[in-house]
Every structure is written in C-alpha cells, then in structure tokens.
T-cell receptor
Framework: DTAVSQTPKYLVTQMGNDKSIKCEQNLGHDTMYWYKQDSKKFLKIMFSYNNKELIINETVPNRFSPKSPDKAHLNLHINSLELGDSAVYFC????????????FGPGTRLLVL | GDSVTQMEGPVTLSEEAFLTINCTYTATGYPSLFWYVQYPGEGLQLLLKATKADDKGSNKGFEATYRKETTSFHLEKGSVQVSDSAVYFCALSHYNAGNNRKLIWGLGTSLAVNP
C-alpha cells in the first residue's frame, strides 16, 4: 500500500556504467518529480512530468534522461555515471501540476565508485 | 528570484526543550509556505503548511505562522522529543514561466534531541 515507491533502494556501481532508477505512485496523481539530495542534504529538483509530458527540466547534464511510460511511473536513466552523481535520488508526486503538496518516495541511495 | 533561507544546523536540544527553527523567504506575489521533515533514512514528509498571510499551520505539536511583514515562517515546538530528531526543510511554492508549481527549498536544518 506504499504511496510512492522507488527501486532499487541502494545502488552501488562503477564509474562509466549506465543505470536506471524506477518510481511508481499509486495515489492517482498526474504530476511526478525527480530530486537529487547531496551529502549535505541540499535538495535540488531535476525534472517534473505531468501526464507523461516534461514540464520542468532544470540544468541537469544530458546524461540524465527521465522517461514516463504512464502517469503513474517516472523512471530515471543515467548514462556514463560519474563520481559526482553519488547522492540520494528522490521521486515525488503531486495531485496536479498546480498542486502544492508533494509526496516523496523513500529515496534511492546511489554510490558511484 | 524567489528564495528560502533557513538557520544553519545542527541544532542539539535536550528532551522537552523549546524548539525554534528560523525560516525567511524572498518572493514575488503571495507564495504558500511549507515545512517538510526528513527522518533518518526516509523521504521527506509534509509537516505543515500555510497558504496566506497570518495563517498558522500546525501538526504533531509543531506550529508556524505565515508573517508577511517579516517574510518569515519560523517553526516552533514547545517540548521536543527524541523522536523529533530529523532534518527540517522550509519551502515556498512558486509558479514558473510555464505555470507549473515548483517548490523552492531551504538548505535544511538538522535537529538532534538527546534524552
């Protein structure tokens, strides 16, 4: 009955690899987000999708590519991983693009060696 | 542009102490204001919010009042517990050029409560 779920919870990989993180929400929301949280807890929005349409695209390297197969899912693919990509990645959702309250997943802890 | 400034942590208190975490903002228009909490190893959860001036948000013994005259939204709790140990984020809600809501986040304040 988890509202926003992410897989995997932990991801350890080598520099240069390609990896994906998946997110699913069962709240019936139509807007989803990806955030990156660094080791100092600084939270930065990366992308947002509304009904499978990209609506927010912050200054993020193009090695990061979000994909939304339907409005309940938002995946994040990262190519050619770098050490600086090590962080916790959070998925979130909100009821509509105008909605203010966001619901967060538990996070995916990515460590690039 | 819009921004949120929070007091730096970490904040360390003894159980039952009074808590204040300061938050001030800069914004055009009339944003909504939020406090989110992140417990260790978890995602963020909405703690409370206020949508207009003089509104008071409250939840789990925490309170914050939207003060337009001082552009502040300070978080307070009268008596903290060990279970309140977490990172607290202040945020404001902002419309971007595409009329999409985006949250502008503070840097977070870590709170540790000792028994």
């Amino acid at each position: 009955d988890t509202a926003v779920s992410q897989t995997p919870k932990y991801l350890v990989t080598q520099m240069g690899n390609d990896k994906s993180i998946k997110c699913e929400q069962n709240l019936g929301h139509d807007t989803m987000y990806w955030y990156k949280q660094d080791s100092k807890k600084f939270l930065k929005i990366m992308f947002s999708y509304n009904n499978k349409e990209l609506i927010i695209n912050e200054t993020v390297p193009n090695r990061f590519s979000p994909k939304s197969p339907d409005k309940a899912h938002l995946n994040l693919h990262i190519n050619s991983l770098e050490l600086g990509d090590s962080a916790v990645y959070f998925c979130a959702s909100s009821q509509r693009r105008e909605s203010e309250t966001q619901y967060f997943g538990p996070g995916t802890r990515l460590l690039v060696l | 542009g819009d921004s949120v400034t929070q007091m730096e942590g970490p904040v360390t208190l003894s159980e039952e102490a009074f808590l204040t975490i300061n938050c001030t903002y800069t914004a055009t228009g009339y944003p909504s204001l939020f406090w989110y909490v992140q417990y260790p190893g978890e995602g963020l959860q909405l703690l409370l919010k206020a949508t207009k001036a003089d509104d008071k948000g409250s939840n789990k013994g925490f309170e914050a009042t939207y003060r337009k005259e001082t552009t502040s939204f300070h978080l307070e709790k009268g008596s903290v517990q060990v279970s309140d140990s977490a990172v607290y984020f202040c945020a404001l809600s902002h419309y971007n050029a595409g009329n999409n809501r985006k949250l502008i986040w503070g840097l977070g304040t870590s709170l540790a409560v000792n028994p």
